[in-house]
């Protein structure tokens, strides 16, 4: 297991913490002190000194949801879906969250949760770009941000010349001041950034013809946990929990790429 570990601890005041949880999903209140959560992406931990940047994906600030929801406290520990199956199998973590894609089969001594967070590759570029297709970033370059699913993506399918920036507001800085000709990410993100006045020069745009979903893993020996699971992930349905979040992420990247650009935009 890695080494990476985090505790979050919530006082689940703004949701209700158990009186939420209880009245929502129509269950007592009979909750583990501590979940542990295995994950493929989380939040790197902020050293001293260093700029705050908004992370890759939402991973973690579901988790951070998950607890203060149910007034829990969250250890989490990365690794990746291989090594989390002997986890889970061992019950060392209660359960795993990360992204999958749609077709892809679930392990047999698992339960599976997509949480109907579904996410497409998008590229951005600028309006005035002569890439209009894919296939014509061979040779170009393309921002990533490191902890992204799309780290070597573009380069291994297209032939595309990868620079790989620490977070997205480092990669999209990189793209506003001309050191790479598209960026890829998410394209649920991405949408809500070019929703922004300041970004609507970079709103010419390519999306790939294939999907990914944020589920949980359960061990198959924990179905109450499971069903747990799966009537939270339903009111956050009915919550719009995704949009607001990814419309929150936007607004802060943009405003730390905002704070970061000391000069101006390419011409």
Known sequence: MSKIRMVIVFAALAL???????????????LPAKLVVGMDNMTPVLVAGAKVRTADAIDTQ???????????S?????????????ELTKNKV?????????????????????????????AIMRNDTDISQWPQLLGRTVCVSQNSHYVGW????????ERVYPTPADALLALRTGECDAL?????????????????????????????????????DQPE???RLQQLVHVWKKQALWPALNQRRARDIAFEVYLDQVVTDCH
């Open 74 to 86: 969250v250890e989490l520990t990365q690794n990746n879906e291989v090594a989390q199956d002997d």
């Open 225 to 227: 946990l499971a069903q």
């Open 62 to 72: 579901v988790v951070e949801v998950l607890a203060s929801t149910l007034g829990i």
């Open 154 to 161: 573009t380069n291994s399918r297209y032939g595309a010349i």
């Open 184 to 220: 890829v990410h998410d394209d649920v993100l991405l949408n809500e950034l070019l929703r922004l006045p300041e970004w609507k020069k970079f709103s010419a745009h390519m999306l790939a013809d294939f999907s990914r979903q944020l589920r949980w893993q359960v061990a198959v």
């Open 16 to 30: 209700g913490g158990h009186s939420f949880y209880s009245w929502a999903l129509g269950q007592p209140e009979v």
């Open 94 to 122: 209660d359960l795993w969250l990360g992204m999958a894609d749609l077709e892809a089969a679930v392990m047999p001594n698992r339960i599976s949760i997509p949480l109907g967070y579904v996410v497409k590759p998008m």
